[in-house]
């Protein structure tokens, strides 16, 4: 039995240094491939990598098992430089069953290393695989290097010491891949070794701690491979980081978002894949002052939270493009109540049910526009896990700055994802200011306006205050519901106005590059990431190239139009068919391209990289 504290020792082989590596694992849903590659990622980030992860798992429940619909797959990036994405190429592919490696098998560079577990390429495996011939004895993996492990029965043979069923032993063969990729790229077993340790029954916990160390021994022992890997620390600005998801920066941001405006944040929602997770974390922070509604509906759950807002808190609620669709008409009521409120979206594919567990960019119109009437709110996106905290506080500062609802766009990339975060002090971060009025003894008015539209946000059972609210259309002032049209335009007008100041505030796009040139890349969302990458190419071979990314998309940048027409051509990426590209025309008749890709997949920096190419090509 392996100690507590009795971890690998130090290989023997040689090691070579090298500044960044793609490792993707691949099985059944139920292998565990996304444990294996989120501790790999946390034990990387602990050593001083940079990472950025890309989960990838099946959108039913429970996929056939053994066929490729149901692999699951998780991809993890380390780097001694910024990882911007979770990488182009793989060069490591753990494959725990026939499916998994002809799933993936497109996706791998020539020269890549295969790593397959030999027990599951049995007769059975390989016809739900729909594989007539086994590719481990064919011509189809030539091109690899493919490391056959009988990964089952060897974890089966390294588990006997633990008391613990058959199936469970089988169940470990996560860990024993993971200690694989442990020796292969030097990475530390103990963060693992904790982990498993805090998460498991001691039964459990023996076996995938011995499992852990067998997967190590064999990479050692074995003479498939001549020598490891070591990726040096990345050297990021000082300060202390963390791991963290982009649910997880999200719900923290809310919470610290709360904390700045002296605030008892509510988050109501219902389940839905990929948001169900921000309410999971919320709902363990009640230290904080945070309550959480699991709602019985889509529409119960942004009600109760614009109910919150009336009674003075931070109301907040989440959803996917479905659940948007249905909280439509509530908040087409929050608009005309004027009530701060943060409504989150994590995009995913559709139509309908769609691809739940894929990534899209496809909410960005029904965010701007898709409300009955004349219902305008500002639209922030978050580029990246750590951003959805950022996003989060700034979506919640205008919202009381405005008295308005505030729709906050991530996408399931995003939210899955994972990257080093450097935790802020929340000292240094400018305070949310609010005030609640008090009656000064004259006939107050709940829809009188300050300098920028917003009216007073004043709590129910304050003397003086009474007021009415309502989805009547309101008489500017007083509040009293109107029929008048001249009232009702004025009102529609002052709504949109309130909107536009939004961007009087909002964080300025950044801008990398040149402000004029031959082609400019604009990107929103989860994105930023590939686009930034590829720009940064372009430019390091000369190219006049520039890059900007949008958080605010509605009201889009003022000075945005200048600075398209700087350019002879613009560029934008999206998830989509081209809804940010739909915008950009309308607004500043600018002749902007797309890069469409619809296929519940993240861009690649290649991807942009030969649109690049191909525009460039064509200006010459």
């Not at 053994?66 to 994405?85: I, R």
């Not at 024993?176 to 340790?197: K, P, S, V």
């Not at 890709?597 to 190419?613: E, N, S, V």
Request: aromatic share 6%; net charge negative; charged share 20%.
């Amino acid at each position: 039995m392996i100690a507590n504290d009795q971890i690998a020792t130090q290989p023997q082989k040689p090691r070579l240094e090298v500044d960044s590596v793609v490792v993707r694992f691949a099985g059944d849903s139920g292998d565990g491939m996304q444990l294996a590659g989120s501790q790999v990622a946390l034990s990387s980030a602990l050593m001083g990598n940079d990472i950025a992860t890309f989960p990838d798992y099946p959108a039913e429940i429970r996929a056939p098992k053994g066929t490729p619909a149901g692999v699951s797959g998780f991809q993890v990036h380390f780097s001694s430089k910024a990882a911007m994405t979770p990488g182009d190429d793989i060069d490591v592919l753990v494959a725990m069953n026939p499916a998994a490696l002809k799933a993936n098998l497109s996706n791998l560079p020539v020269q890549s290393t295969i790593v397959v577990d030999a027990d599951a390429f049995d007769a059975k495996g390989l016809r739900l695989a729909k594989y007539e011939d086994d590719p481990l004895r064919s011509s189809a993996l030539d091109d690899f290097q493919v490391i056959e492990a009988p990964i089952t029965s060897l974890t089966r043979n390294a588990v006997t010491d633990a008391d613990v069923s058959h199936k469970i032993a089988t169940q470990c063969r996560n860990f024993f891949a993971m200690g694989i990729i442990y020796w292969l790229y030097g990475r530390e077993l103990d963060a693992t070794i904790r982990f498993i340790n805090n998460k498991f029954s001691e039964e459990i916990a023996t076996a995938g701690r011995l499992a852990l160390q067998a997967g190590w021994n064999y990479g050692e022992t074995t003479e498939a491979f001549e020598r490891s890997y070591q990726v040096p620390a990345a050297s990021p600005a000082p300060g202390l980081y963390r791991n963290v998801t982009g649910n997880e920066a999200l719900a923290m941001g809310l919470i610290a978002a709360a904390h700045l405006s002296g605030r008892n944040l509510f988050y109501s929602a219902y389940p839905i894949t990929p948001a169900s997770d921000i309410l999971h974390r919320l709902s363990r922070t009640t230290e904080c002052g945070t309550r959480t509604l699991q709602a019985e509906d889509e529409i119960a759950a942004i009600c109760a939270a614009i109910g919150a807002s009336y009674g003075g808190a931070m109301g907040a609620t989440g959803s996917s493009g479905p659940g948007i669709a249905l909280k439509t008409e509530a908040l087409g009521l929050a608009v005309m109540l004027e009530l701060p409120l943060v409504v989150v979206n994590v995009q995913r594919g559709g139509p309908s049910t769609g691809l739940p567990t894929k990534v899209e960019q496809t909410d960005l119109l029904q965010a701007v526009l898709g409300r009955n009437g004349e219902a305008p709110m500002p639209v922030l996106a978050a580029s990246g896990p750590g951003d959805c905290f950022n996003t989060a506080v700034e979506a919640w500062r205008i919202a009381t700055k405005l008295m308005t609802p505030v729709m906050l766009l991530s996408d399931a990339f995003t939210a899955n994802g994972a990257e080093p975060w450097r935790i802020p002090d929340i000292s240094d971060m400018e305070p949310i200011t609010v005030d609640h009025p008090q009656s000064d003894g004259t006939v107050f008015k709940p829809y009188s306006r300050d300098e920028w539209l917003a009216r007073p946000w004043a709590l129910p059972g304050t003397p003086g205050l009474t007021h009415r609210i309502g989805g009547i259309e309101k008489s500017d002032g007083t509040g009293e519901i109107s029929y008048d049209p001249a009232n009702h335009e004025h009102m529609v007008r002052l709504r949109a106005e309130k909107t536009a100041r939004a961007a009087q505030f909002a964080p300025a796009p950044e801008i990398f590059g040149e402000t004029t040139g031959d082609l400019l890349v604009v990107s929103w969302g989860g994105t930023f990431g590939a686009c930034r990458a590829a720009v940064d190419q372009a430019q390091q071979s000369g190219r006049k190239v520039t890059h900007m990314h949008l958080r605010c998309l509605n009201p889009l940048p003022p000075e945005l139009g200048e600075t398209l027409k700087g350019f002879k051509r613009v560029l934008a990426p999206e998830l989509n068919t081209g809804q940010l590209r739909h915008l950009l025309r309308a607004q500043f008749l600018v002749d902007v391209r797309g890069l469409n890709k619809i296929k519940g997949q993240p861009f690649w920096i290649k991807d942009i990289t030969q649109a690049i190419d191909s525009l460039l090509h064509q200006e010459n």
